[in-house]
């Protein structure tokens, strides 16, 4: 997780840079309110990453979430209401641990 979040905040920082020093001015001129999959890629969409960093077998985390809700049974209850997406993290968190200690 520390790579991504690395180029998370080296990606921010850049852009954060470009609004805020533009032309030497020290006022922010743009606002951010989400960049979760915006800004940067989504952790779905950066599972081949985590797998990577964790040296753990290309194809473990074989959850897709909104990619491909039809195979995600933990999707599914999050959309449906039965859990949060807080939720969905917070179990998906516990799996990742479980595979790496």
Known sequence: MAQISGLVCD???QFYI???WNNMERTPRHL??????VITRSLFENRIV??????LPKGTLGWYGPFDP????LWQRYLVGAISE??????????LEQLVG
Do not use: S
Not at 32 to 37: P, T, Y
Not at 50 to 55: Q, R
Not at 70 to 73: G, P, R, S, V
């Open 86 to 95: 807080r939720k969905y993290w917070y179990q998906r968190c516990q799996e």
């Open 11 to 13: 990606t921010l920082r």
């Open 18 to 20: 470009g609004a805020v």
């Open 50 to 55: 985590v797998e990577k960093l964790y040296h």
């Open 32 to 37: 951010v309110l989400d960049f979760g999959g």
């Open 70 to 73: 039809a195979n995600d049974e």
